[in-house]
């Protein structure tokens, strides 16, 4: 545009009719420029608000737009080092950006040697994502649309099964260094006894079950079962079907294996549904077997 007007004047003879329309047209076309470019600069800024607050992970896959530069504006994935592969800058770091800083950054080492008042936006086509395994609700993989943390991971895959070993969730992270693995107690998080844990893009999230424990002997049901947080024998008995009609009911026991060796555990079944000491009703653990002999009287 500005060409074009510079030769009208080395012209003036020639091109004096060209010169008035030219005068005419002139600022119609840059209004009608400037409300593009604002037009443009709207558009992206509401497409980057629902991420206002989220910063680039590893795995991202981002679309940059460089107003009027179609041959500048990609779409390109966030290395696991961090960067960005772009035209002419070579890899630039985005990981740790939130998407408006990660434009500002291409903006200005674009305006160094490239363009003038480049106007360059950054929208998150799809997010990085974290996996949510065992014993939730809904396990799978899910995108990580924000900075989440542990307990706000699992609401994600609709909590924990009744399953679930929640002392012991464990998260395995893989970064430069290799792969980690900790665990981590979410009932201390729960009761405000530990702070809760940022979750890391590509983070795989394990949540084992309690165990198992069987049934054996005089009960409708035996057979082997999931353990469940806070289970008691009585309650265990109710899930096996209850006693047969020749249960010997205070003779209910509990196998437990202790550091490898074989431990005894009497509990009075019969006393304790009738009101006596519940403190006898022990909780179960993984691998316990609860038998109940058959009554000779």
């Known amino acids: 545009m500005i060409i074009m007007t510079i030769r009208l004047f080395l012209r003036p003879k020639r091109n004096f009719k060209i010169m008035k329309k030219a005068g005419l047209i002139l600022p119609v076309i840059l209004i009608l420029s400037s409300l593009s470019l604002r037009a443009f600069a709207q558009a992206q800024d509401n497409r980057a608000a629902s991420g206002e607050g989220y910063t680039i992970s590893t795995n991202d896959i981002l679309e940059i737009s460089v107003y009027g530069e179609p041959d500048l504006s990609v779409t390109a994935r966030v290395s696991q080092d961090g960067t960005v592969n772009y035209p002419f800058l070579g890899n630039i770091r985005a990981v740790g950006l939130t998407s408006r800083e990660f434009g500002n950054n291409i903006s200005d080492l674009l305006g160094e040697d490239y363009l003038v008042n480049p106007q360059v936006s950054v929208f998150i086509k799809e997010y990085a994502k974290i996996s949510i395994l065992g014993a939730v609700k809904m396990p799978g993989a899910y995108e990580m649309k924000d900075k989440l943390s542990l307990t706000q ?7 924990f099964t009744d399953s679930a070993d929640t002392s012991k969730v464990k998260i395995i992270r893989e970064d430069k260094s290799g792969k980690q693995t900790f665990e ?26 309690f165990g198992r424990f069987s049934v054996m002997g005089q009960v409708i049901k035996p057979g082997v079962y999931n353990l469940k947080k806070g289970l008691t024998v009585v309650e265990a008995v109710g899930l096996a079907g209850g006693f047969t009609n020749t249960a010997s009911q205070n003779g209910t026991r509990v196998v437990r294996l202790v550091d490898g060796k074989k431990q005894i555990i009497n509990v009075p079944v019969s006393d304790i549904m009738r009101g006596g000491d519940t403190s006898k009703d022990i909780m179960l653990q993984s691998g316990d077997t609860i038998v109940v002999p058959e009554s000779f009287f």
């Open 153 to 159: 991971a699992i609401a994600l895959a609709s909590g």
């Open 184 to 209: 981590v107690n979410v009932d201390q998080i729960t009761d405000r006894s530990a702070e809760d844990v940022e979750i890391k893009a590509q983070d795989t999230i394990i949540v084992e079950e």
